[in-house]
């Protein structure tokens, strides 16, 4: 065991249907340690969000977790009842969504989503935990908090619409902020504000990040650690710097191709021919083949496991690659 | 919100009067008054001077003002078949007609939300299915067949409910009520069945709908992820964003109670005005039948603007006088 705030071990996540079951997350393992921000890349359907959901214990049904384990500082949390696991949600795991223009329930003002939050995971009193809402749109950037905490959503801009989303993540101080996206819907002169805020202010309460996001660009200047998904499964992941200067997987190289230059800011583009093949069409072997140059013979036939490749803790899924020799207290660390 | 008030009533009044024009075109159009007011026998010169007296050789639009005029006041003439004020008439058997239509409206809204709230939340569950399953054969009968089924289970195989009129009442202040006796009560049970069980069924599998919707949204999703408890996020967050949408529908669905009271006061020979109504369509008893029509369209108005102004009170977005000053 490791001293891990958040542990993903083999988890799968299947949706039986009636053709057949489809597993969309298969054998993703990785470890966030406290206030790490870990960033999750991958195109569209990778299963990102899927990610994130089992850990929050927020799949939709029928999607379920059929393998493997999720645990939060040490303890199981995947297989706790619906009452337990409510308690985590929003106190120890907050999350943030992509849209801030659907995040808010548009009937009720600010001020009563945060106070019915706040309270629901504090005993504090109505007016206590307004003092402490207000504190904390203040903090996330929103100018004349007392007043505006007020205001019905839609008297926010979307900048403004997320910082209050944050808030509502934060205000019960979690240990790990799961972030979904969270510029992908806002305007491009905002994004790097936002990615800045949700940084600093995770930096500031220890809390550690999983940002999930497709631009490259934020993962090189917000992670600590990235992990790239495939269909799926972890093609790649390590410390960003390694990972990025010299990414070892074929996918995440081609990823690399993709980061926009300076003057272009659509980093949604993926470079590489093929798109990744749907759930119920992933190839025998290695689920990258049919786009891969470099296949060969084996990516047909076996499919590749992570393995470690540096002292640093990168880990690959590639023939390419053999796994190094290493101290046994390395393998053990996601 | 002055001006939308003011704007509102300006509207409904515009409605009243198109109905009106239609009412008074009743007069025109369906059956020739002076024949049912006299004998075979009365010889055409009499029939013109009761034409000049009634003003019926008048223009046309100084009769409809007439008409209208009156009409506000709440005159609609003498009823050719029985030789009453139509108003007198109607304001006798309105007591009826409200108290029927208020029972099924609250039965179908409360059970219609009820189970409408029921079915989306256990969406798989056999009595969500059973319930759905049941809700169709409600929405597909016709009501008199639904009235003939209710009569025949319970007031003559089972006997225990009367299956005709309203029993005794008791007078108060002009108002007939059958809510303070026994009978009064027994008796309304199987037409407020009746007339509510499609309204019911209606609003049912709209809310249903609406909130499966609404259970689906990102805010709901975010609601559970900051941990707010099932309750909270069911009744706190999902129902009341339901029930915007539902309340425009659902205010209309009570407003027709009242125009669908016909047939059901019809199957259980409820004196109310849907049955007066019937009757005077068989006399073709003009007066009668012209403030009928603005009746019920003064009811679907007025609830119109009841339901504007809820929706507007329920839903902060309408409320932009405040939104335009602040970004
Ligand atoms: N209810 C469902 N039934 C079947 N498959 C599903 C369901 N929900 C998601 N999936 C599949 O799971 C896979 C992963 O979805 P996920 O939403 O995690 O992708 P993502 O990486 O977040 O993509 P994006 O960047 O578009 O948000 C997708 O292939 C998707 O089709
Ligand atoms: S295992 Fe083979 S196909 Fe897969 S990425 Fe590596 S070289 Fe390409
Ligand atoms: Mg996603």
Redesign the pocket.
């Known amino acids: 065991m490791t001293d891990a705030l958040l542990s993903v071990r083999n988890l799968r ?1 299947e ?1 039986p ?1 009636r053709r057949g079951v ?1 597993t ?2 298969d054998d993703v393992s990785f470890d966030i340690m406290p206030g790490e921000v870990l960033g999750v890349v ?12 089992a850990i929050i214990g927020l799949l ?1 049904p ?2 379920r977790i059929a393998g493997g384990e999720i645990l939060l500082k040490g303890e199981r949390i995947d297989n706790l009842g619906a009452e337990a696991m409510r308690r985590i949600r929003g106190k120890r795991i907050g999350m943030v969504f ?1 849209d801030p223009l659907t995040s808010l329930n548009p009937l009720y003002t600010v001020a009563q989503q945060l106070i019915e939050t706040i309270r629901t995971h504090a005993d504090i009193s109505e007016s206590e935990a307004r003092k402490k809402a207000i504190a904390l749109l203040d903090r996330v950037g929103i100018p004349a908090a007392a007043r505006r905490i007020d205001d019905y959503p839609h008297h926010f801009s979307g900048g403004m619409r997320q910082r209050v989303v944050i808030a509502l993540a934060l205000c019960a101080e979690p240990e790990l902020v799961i972030a ?2 969270p510029t992908t819907a806002l305007d491009v002169s905002v994004q790097s504000q936002i990615i800045d805020l949700i940084k600093e202010i995770c930096a500031e309460r220890g809390a550690a990040v999983m940002l ?1 996001t ?1 631009d490259m660009g934020v993962i090189a200047e917000t992670a600590d650690r990235v992990a790239v ?1 495939y ?2 499964r972890i093609a790649e992941i390590g410390p960003v710097r390694q990972v990025i200067t010299a990414p070892e997987h074929p996918y995440t190289a081609g990823l690399m191709g993709s980061i926009p230059t300076l003057t272009q800011t659509d980093a949604r583009l993926v470079q590489i021919p093929g798109a ?1 093949p ?2 119920n069409a992933i190839p025998q072997g290695c689920a990258f083949n049919p786009r891969c140059e470099k296949a060969f013979d084996r990516c047909f036939k076996e499919r590749p496991a992570p393995v470690l490749r540096d002292a640093d803790g990168r880990k690959v899924a590639c023939w390419l690659y053999d796994a190094i020799d290493t101290p046994a207290k390395e393998q053990a660390n996601g | 919100m002055l001006a939308y008030i003011i704007r509102r009533i300006l509207q409904s009044v515009l409605v009243m009067l198109v109905v009106a024009l239609v009412s008074f075109a009743l007069f025109r159009f369906v059956g020739d008054p002076i024949n049912s007011m006299v004998g075979q026998e009365a010889s055409i010169a009499d029939r013109e001077a009761l034409r000049d007296q009634l003003g019926l050789n008048d223009p046309f639009l100084s009769q409809f003002a007439t008409f209208v005029t009156r009409a506000a006041q709440g005159d609609f003439g003498i009823s050719y078949r029985l030789q009453q004020p139509v108003m007198e008439l109607i304001l006798s058997r309105l007591p009826a007609t409200l108290e029927l239509a208020l029972v099924s409206g609250v039965l179908a809204f409360v059970f219609g939300v009820g189970f409408g709230v029921y079915t989306a939340l256990r969406r798989n569950g056999w009595v969500s299915n059973t319930i759905m399953t049941v809700s169709l054969i409600g929405v597909s009968l016709p009501t008199f067949l639904i009235g003939v089924l209710l009569i025949w289970v319970f007031a003559v195989e089972l006997q225990w409910l009367p299956s005709f009129g309203r029993g005794e009442t008791v007078e108060i202040g002009g108002w007939t009520t059958g809510f303070l006796t026994p009978t009064g009560r027994a008796s309304l049970i199987l037409p407020a069945i009746t007339l509510g069980l499609y309204q019911m069924t209606l609003i049912m599998r709209l809310v249903r709908a609406e909130m499966l919707e609404v259970l689906r949204t990102d805010y709901i999703k975010f609601a559970r992820a900051r941990g707010l408890s099932n309750r909270a996020v069911n009744f706190g967050h999902a129902l009341k964003n339901t029930m915007v949408p539902v309340i425009t529908i659902t205010g209309l669905q009570l407003g027709s109670i009242i125009a669908f009271a016909i047939i059901t006061e019809t199957v259980f020979q409820w004196p109310g005005v849907g049955a007066l109504f019937i009757n005077s369509v068989r006399f073709v008893d003009v007066p009668v039948m012209a403030a009928y029509l603005m009746m019920i369209a003064l009811v679907f108005v007025i609830i119109n603007l009841i339901v504007d102004l809820l929706y507007y009170a329920v839903d902060p977005r309408l409320r932009v006088d405040r939104a335009a000053t602040r970004h």
């Open positions: 996540v949706f249907t489809l969309a997350i991958g195109e569209s359907g990778a299963g990102k969000s899927l990610t994130g959901a939709e029928p999607g992509q979904d996206e999930i497709h998904l269909a799926g990744m749907r759930l």
